[in-house]
């Protein structure tokens, strides 16, 4: 009897060890420890040392990112689950891509020495006042007196200067910053407050601010001239990255495929969009124009004022259609917590349509706005349009993204828009396939927007690859997706100028064709559910598509792990 006792004993004591461990590594994992404390000292130190492109901000950094690429070195990789084998092969990407741009901007730096002579006393007098130590007043008048009379040499002389490449303007505008924001930091603290600094300085600071800012003016005019940054009529100012760089960052985020592969899987992509917007059109009556349906169903837009109850019935619908399927669980909490928001006229210059996330923005003509412009706005955020996307903005897309990030493994900064937007895209997919749209006109809906995202691709990587120009993109979206012209311009100058990463327009399809590529492999093939499928996507927090693939089927991951898997079929 009492071996029996020992024997149920020991199982109960197995079944709740392993019981621990799933949980332990819902929520952490050998690296987790190493990631949070460099997440913090970086936070830290990004506070104490906020005078961008300084010398000594990059020094401490490169201090920072040296010692934590050791610690993670030291890890016994060979030992580690696939999951943590992830979180380690992602940090020492993240500390690589770190050490890489700490470099460029050095050199970058020194390439510039001669046009930032100056900039050495403003940096010492931030230093000096952090620990608050009563300044030489008199002196530091003496000093910016020079340095303003310095930077008005320099500023004659750069205006003659037409050598300098776009990288190093570019640069150039972030040093400008940071001396405006140690400049600001020192004023404020002293000014007023320290007598000396009060009776010497003002003056003196009011030109050398003014200095400082014409400085940076006359650099911004530098880039507007450069070759690749000239204003095309669009009035839309960007810098292509060249094909080098694109593949570069393709291979960071695990993308096995050329710039031209990308564009000639948007091309077969949009191929069968264009098959289905014809079948489509043909129900509504309008044969094979279907420009003709996409029109009919711009102009189903709500009066001003019902646009958010709209987009409230179409959550609603969309969450029960999630719900009857059990297609993913839902957290009451994040049912309850997403609210709504009205979008700026400014932002909707670079955002025409609504986005979303805990909070949705919701795009629609204000009072201030020309009539075109209303109308356009109205007619590019039809029910139909929307429908396609409130999906993607909230739940299961956005908001529930982020909503599930904050609960698991939340020490994971990994973000990409592969996963962020290619996630909210695949549900677009997913939810036509299992019917979600009623009528022909909601397929025109959300065929316009599938349509579009194949655009991206193709504009996006065409303009960075230095073949198209912004006014070709803004008239590809209007004449080949359909697009109103003020919202095409707004996409464009949103892709390019509105601080977006190169890569990031391409990411949503892209990103979506990847999940949508495992859920074959799983779902389809019947070794998950979807709701088993989607719940463990969640459950992992952002990464590449592919480490997500490797930990839901468990695959052995090399420590030199490189982009491999070919996902478009």
């Known amino acids: 009897m009492r071996k029996q006792h020992t024997l149920i004993l020991s199982i109960l004591l197995m079944a709740v060890s392993s019981t621990a461990q799933t949980v332990l590594y819902q929520q952490n994992s050998e690296v987790n420890n190493l990631m949070v404390q460099y997440e913090a000292d970086r936070g830290s130190l990004n506070r104490f040392y906020f005078v961008e492109n300084s ?108 050598s300098i490449t776009i990288d190093l303007i570019r640069r150039a505008q972030g040093i400008v910053k940071g001396l405006q924001a140690a400049l600001k930091s020192v004023n404020e603290f002293y000014s007023g407050y320290d007598p000396g600094y009060s009776w010497w300085m003002p003056d003196t600071f009011k030109h050398l601010d003014s200095a400082l800012t014409a400085y940076g003016k006359l650099w911004q005019e530098k880039g507007k001239a450069a070759p690749g940054g000239k204003d095309d009529g669009s009035h839309i100012v960007g810098y292509p990255i060249g094909k080098e760089e694109i593949i570069r960052q393709l291979q960071l985020e695990y993308i096995p495929y050329t710039p031209e592969e990308l564009i000639e899987i948007a091309n077969k992509e949009f191929a069968w969009c264009d098959g289905e917007m014809l079948k489509a059109s043909q129900e509504m009556g309008f044969g094979k124009d279907w420009k003709k349906a996409l029109e009919k169903v711009k102009n189903t837009y709500v009066p001003p004022g019902k646009q958010p109850e709209a987009i409230m019935k179409l959550y609603n619908e969309s969450v029960d259609f999630l719900k009857k399927n059990k297609l993913v669980t839902i957290p009451p909490v994040a049912e309850e917590t997403w609210r709504m928001i009205m979008m700026t006229p400014e932002r909707q210059l670079v955002n025409p349509f609504f986005t979303g996330g805990e909070v949705l923005s919701i795009s629609y003509p204000t009072n201030t706005m020309e009539e075109d412009d209303k109308l356009m706005s109205m007619r590019g955020n039809n029910p139909h349009f929307s429908r396609a996307t409130v999906h993607h903005e909230l739940i299961a897309g956005h908001h529930l993204q982020g909503f599930m990030n904050r609960r698991y493994k939340a020490y994971r900064d990994f973000d990409t828009p592969f996963w962020i ?49 912004p006014q070709q993109c803004i008239d590809f979206l209007v ?51 979807y709701q088993q499928y989607h719940d463990a996507v969640l459950h992992e927090n952002a990464l590449p598509v592919t480490m997500v693939r490797a930990i839901l089927t468990n695959q052995p991951i090399p420590k030199d792990y490189k982009a491999e898997w070919r996902f478009y079929k």
């Not at 050095?106 to 510039?112: A, F, G, I, W």
């Not at 396939?433 to 025109?444: M, N």
């Not at 949103?494 to 590529?517: D, K, T």
């Open 55 to 162: 010398p000594e901000r990059r020094n401490r950094f490169a201090s920072l990112v040296t010692d934590y690429t050791k610690q993670v070195q030291q890890i016994n990789y060979d030992n580690l689950p696939t999951g943590s084998r992830i979180d380690y092969i992602l940090f020492k990407r993240n500390l690589d891509e770190q050490t890489r741009l700490l470099e460029v901007e050095k050199r970058e730096c020194e390439q510039l020495n001669n046009w930032f002579s100056f900039s050495t006393e403003i940096y010492e007098m931030e230093k000096f006042r952090r620990r608050g130590s009563q300044p030489d007043a008199q002196q530091w008048a003496a000093n910016m007196k020079t340095s303003t009379q310095n930077i008005n040499l320099l500023s004659r002389s750069l205006s003659k200067d037409s």
């Open 421 to 469: 937007e290619g996630w909210s895209l695949y549900w677009e997919m997913l939810l036509w396939d299992l019917h979600f749209p009623q009528s022909p006109e909601d397929r025109v809906g959300m065929l316009f927007w599938r349509m579009h995202r194949c655009a991206r691709i193709i504009f996006s990587l065409n303009y960075h690859l230095g073949k198209w120009t």
């Open 479 to 529: 004449d080949r997706v359909g697009h109103e012209r003020a919202n095409a311009e707004g996409e464009v100058r949103r892709s390019f100028v509105g601080g977006y990463s190169p890569l990031y327009q391409l990411a949503y399809m892209i990103g979506g064709l990847q999940f949508y590529a495992l859920k074959k492999e799983l779902v389809d093939k019947g070794k998950m559910t």
